[in-house]
């Protein structure tokens, strides 16, 4: 008894051989959560899922004498590694991307230089985007950042052009052979047009949203980039990021968005919320 005491009570003594244990149990508990939220609403939820039903019954087959079933589930493990590899390799590649850019930790930014994009350019955005809108002209703009998206602006038509409402809107027009694809903005620069993204397969965005919007999403899912997708049947402006969609109310939404995700330090977006709300309690008193 005396030795279970004293094994119990050196847990807590801050030494590295007690440390380790709880260090070992927060880095898997961590890598745990990660997967869940890998796999949240995706069809790898449901592979999931059927793989704990698959070894519940092999448990089940052993302890039931079910000689015949639990023979063929026992074959089928000789080759579980080789199909879980095969199931989960749109996963498994996700959560390589995300180690390469150090994702998983939230410091991307360490590995890369983000390119600044002023306010005129800012401006320039949501003028195009506000016409579009309003035109009910669909629209597909990606905002690079730190994580170079030089993959995908390969896939269209090299522009290298300074960022400007005409261009961008001449690029969505209806007349245009680019108009299909998506602009790939980098700092005041146009890097491509009509470029070809990567179609979300998450199992959260609403059923009603349409390959634009998935593959605004989808762009957005392993990278740090923004995209902005316009609607041509609502008129509505939608931003991804992080590979969560959000429609916003008005244009100056999207300016305000911008700013505070391209430009301002935190400090000044503390700053200018306090200042709208202000603002909205002053008219909402008139």
Do not use: M, Q
């Given at each position: 008894m005396e030795a279970y005491q004293r094994?119990?009570?050196?847990?807590?003594?801050?030494?590295?051989?007690?440390l380790r244990p709880w260090l070992d149990i927060a880095i898997v508990a961590f890598l745990i959560y990660r997967l869940l939220l890998l796999v949240r609403g995706t069809r790898a939820w449901q592979i999931f899922a059927g793989l704990v039903v698959f070894l519940a019954l092999l448990a089940l087959s052993s302890e039931l004498k079910l000689v015949s079933l639990n023979w063929i589930l026992e074959r089928m493990t000789l080759l579980g590694p080789v199909a879980?590899?095969?199931?989960f390799?749109?996963?498994?590649?996700?959560?390589?991307?995300?180690?390469?850019?150090?994702?998983?930790?939230g410091v991307q930014r360490?590995?890369?230089?983000?390119?600044?994009?002023?306010?005129s350019?800012?401006?320039e955005i949501v003028r195009a985007v506000s016409q579009l809108a309003r035109d009910r002209v669909?629209?597909?703009v990606v905002i690079d950042r730190s994580l170079a998206l030089d993959d995908i602006a390969d896939t269209g038509q090299h522009l290298d052009a300074k960022v400007s409402a005409p261009l961008l809107q001449s690029l969505f027009h209806d007349g245009n052979p680019l108009h299909d694809g998506a602009a790939i903005l980098r700092g005041d620069r146009v890097l491509s047009a009509g470029c070809r993204l990567p179609l979300s397969d998450s199992r959260t965005i609403d059923r009603r949203v349409h390959m634009r919007h998935r593959a605004a999403v989808g762009v957005t899912e392993n990278s740090d980039c923004i995209a902005i997708a316009v609607s041509e049947e609502r008129g509505t402006v939608s931003v991804a990021q992080n590979g969560f969609l959000k429609t916003l109310a008005a244009p100056i939404d999207?300016?305000?968005?911008?700013?505070?995700?391209?430009?301002?330090?935190p400090e000044e977006r503390q700053r200018r919320f306090l200042r709208r709300r202000t603002e909205r309690g002053e008219k909402t008193g008139a």
């Open positions: 094994s119990f009570l050196n847990l807590f003594k801050p030494s590295w051989s007690s879980l590899v095969i199931l390799l749109p996963e498994l590649r996700h959560g390589l991307e995300g180690l390469g850019k150090f994702g998983l930790f360490i590995v890369a230089k983000e390119v600044p994009t002023y306010a350019t800012i401006d669909g629209a597909l999207l300016s305000e968005f911008l700013a505070a995700e391209l430009i301002e330090s």
